[in-house]
């Protein structure tokens, strides 16, 4: 299991230092998806075989209800029943709308971290 700080960097799960993501910007929406096919430090592929990142869609679903738990309480903790609750259906669909290029890449991120080992020395797709 790679370290949790190369996920949250966006960096190879096995040395830390190879970017995932051709494109820095997850929201410049041509290059969303596209991550590079091996790390440019430790030459680590990616995706394992095809379908890999099918596990992915479980991180994801799993960080969209924890968002969606938070939101819900501090939206009650600070608003109580002053606000009506379609504002607040309405504001979390427009921020979960928002937040997909981020948990895309968070969730491949994450389950790249799950399924690969860290070891900065090692070299190789493998």
């Not at 992915?56 to 939206?75: C, K, P």
Request: glycine share 8%; aromatic share 16%.
């Amino acid at each position: 299991m790679g370290n949790l700080k190369g996920a949250v960097l966006l960096k190879c799960p096995r040395c830390e230092k190879g970017d995932l993501y051709e494109a820095q910007n997850p929201y410049k929406m041509g290059k969303m998806m596209e991550m590079h096919k091996n790390c440019s430090n430790c030459g680590l592929r990616y995706e394992k075989e095809a379908g890999f990142f099918y596990g992915a869609m479980y991180v994801s679903y799993m960080l969209n209800m924890a968002f969606f738990v938070v939101t819900t309480v501090l939206w009650y903790t600070v608003f109580e029943d002053k606000l009506d609750w379609r504002l607040y259906i309405g504001s979390y669909v427009l921020l979960t709308v928002l937040l997909v290029p981020i948990i895309f890449r968070y969730s491949r991120s994450l389950w790249l971290m799950m399924m690969i080992k860290f070891e900065p020395e090692k070299r190789g797709e493998r």
